[in-house]
């Protein structure tokens, strides 16, 4: 019997096409997965690979599999010596060009995802579901399609309101066509952002007066007292009427991240639309 049958086979080499349209080369199919995004983290855990994980971002905090891995910092900090000790085969991220060039000259390949809608989610989970060589990702998106199709099933009663709804202080907003924009739809509300302004909007304070919604969802970035306090914000619909939902941190995680848990995002907003006026 010859020595090459006896050799153990060599792994094959493996490419993928990520969300920013790069064909991205690792030597196998990967094994050891760094992720800096908790989408991408939740993602790949509701995808069935938590397991080929070795490392995550400072903000990465679901599911409660991943409670012991090293904390690398983010993508805009990124804890770098500490990811190349890992020695991971692929680095999942945002688009970061400084941070992708300094892995790039270690060898470390990386994935970029960049889910800002609903198409973009589904997305991210068939490159995800090329990168693990497997085809999960469709089945998971229609399980989500039909938790939010019974979640919006039961607002149909309530009037559409005008909605804002804010990310931060800046004030830095959700459009229509972000996928939190597309759940507030879904759920029979009018976002005051209007679509030619994008994704996500950097708006000023006098256009939020202008708008005068009638709910103000904010994250756990600001205060109901800050949002009351701005220059004519008390005379907007929603400030006089205490049609403010604020969202603690577990609610923003949930809100904020394009990932497997929007249903429960869905039913977080569905509640914030429920409010009577006082």
């Not at 069935?48 to 995550?56: E, K, P, Q, T, Y």
Request: overall charge neutral; hydrophobic content about 50%.
């Amino acid at each position: 019997m010859s020595w090459a049958l006896l050799a153990a086979p060599a792994a094959q080499a493996h490419a993928v096409r990520d969300q920013q349209g790069r064909t991205v080369e690792m030597a196998r199919v990967p094994q050891r997965i760094v992720s800096l995004l908790p989408s991408a983290t939740e993602s790949l855990c509701a995808l069935g690979a938590c397991s080929r994980l070795v490392g995550v971002d400072a903000f990465s905090n679901h599911p409660p599999e991943i409670a012991a891995l090293p904390r690398l910092g983010s993508v805009s900090a990124p804890h770098f010596e500490a990811i190349v000790r890992l020695k991971p085969d692929v680095v999942l991220m945002s688009h970061s060009p400084p941070l992708m060039a300094r892995l790039a000259q270690f060898g470390i390949a990386v994935v970029v995802l960049d889910a800002q809608d609903l198409a973009g989610i589904r997305a991210q989970w068939q490159v995800l579901d090329s990168l693990l060589q497997q085809q999960r990702g469709d089945d998971l998106f229609a399980r989500l399609q039909a938790e939010l199709g019974r979640i919006a099933a039961g607002m149909r009663q309530l009037p559409a309101r005008r909605v804002y709804f804010e990310i931060d202080a800046t004030p830095y907003a959700a459009g229509p066509a972000s996928f939190i924009g597309e759940l507030l739809a879904a759920l029979g509300a009018s976002n005051i952002v209007a679509p030619a302004q994008g994704a996500f909007a950097r708006l000023t304070p006098e256009y939020v007066v202008r708008q005068n919604p009638q709910l103000i969802i904010h994250t756990a970035e600001t205060s109901a007292r800050d949002l009351a306090q701005r220059p004519g914000w008390a005379a907007t619909d929603a400030v006089r009427e205490g049609m403010i939902c604020s969202l603690g941190r577990a609610d923003t995680d949930l809100v904020s991240r394009p990932g497997p848990r929007l249903a429960e995002a869905a039913a977080v907003l569905a509640r914030c639309l429920q409010l009577a006026p006082r």
